[in-house]
């Protein structure tokens, strides 16, 4: 029933590196963006990277600027979240999300979403 579904999360090392999806469709428009957003426990949910589906304007957070891509994939209704270099602050919920309603330019504001995957877990420990 969920648009959003993400997958790829797992235990990794620090420096390690891991690949998020979210398989994305059915919002019944054909531009939206797809962001993603990571909630550490006990934190708030912080943004980490969006992406245009059609344009491929990106955004990204400055603390993963240089270790995470943001990608749309080859198959369309996917988005990837390559995370390299991982550190124990990286460690959370990953969540993608959609902003069909506002969807001019990406953004890491999660206000600004209307929907929401479940979420993959992902832990950067030794």
């Not at 999300?97 to 600004?112: G, H, I, M």
Request: aromatic share 12%.
């Amino acid at each position: 029933q969920s648009r959003l579904v993400e997958s790829g999360g797992g235990l990794v090392q620090p420096g390690g590196s891991l690949r998020l999806s979210c398989a994305h469709g059915g919002f019944g428009v054909n531009y939206y963006i797809i962001g993603w957003f990571r909630q550490a426990p006990g934190k708030e949910r912080e943004g980490v990277a969006a992406i245009s589906t059609e344009k491929n304007q990106i955004v990204y957070a400055e603390s993963v600027k240089g270790r995470f891509t943001i990608s749309n994939g080859d198959t369309k209704g996917m988005v990837y979240l390559e995370m390299n270099d991982l550190k124990p602050e990286d460690t959370g919920i990953y969540y993608c999300a959609a902003d069909y309603q506002t969807p001019y330019w990406p953004k890491l504001t999660s206000d600004r979403y209307d929907e929401w995957g479940r979420g993959t877990q992902v832990i950067v420990s030794s």
